[in-house]
């Protein structure tokens, strides 16, 4: 699913607040295209694809990426949003830590 915004420290998702339980699909993105270029190739591709396997697969929006997807109601805000352009993030960082 990507990266949830908030968690307790029993690995549940924070409800506190909307955005706590929300996981932010270019926040997601930009956090991927981070661990990538700090050396954690495996972890930062294993958080991209969560956001792709559930926006792709189970959720079928193809070129809609949302901006939220929500933890517990299995559910989505905000289509064809602007901020998960930041994928593009991801062939950056592997540009410059491994040379294709």
């Known amino acids: 699913m990507g990266a949830v915004n908030g968690m307790q420290l029993d690995g549940q998702p924070e409800s506190f607040c909307l955005q706590g ?3 932010w699909t270019g926040t997601s993105y930009a956090l991927a295209a981070t661990m990538i270029q ?4 495996d972890e930062g591709f294993h958080t991209a694809e969560g956001v792709y ?3 792709y ?3 079928g929006l193809g070129f809609q990426t949302p901006e939220a997807l929500f933890a517990r109601r299995k559910k ?4 064809a949003y602007m901020r998960p352009l930041s994928i593009w993030a991801i062939q950056w960082a592997l540009e410059k830590v491994q040379p294709l």
């Open 53 to 55: 396997r559930t926006v």
């Open 57 to 59: 697969d189970r959720l």
């Open 38 to 41: 700090e050396g954690m190739v």
């Open 21 to 23: 339980e929300e996981s």
């Open 76 to 79: 989505y805000r905000s289509l």
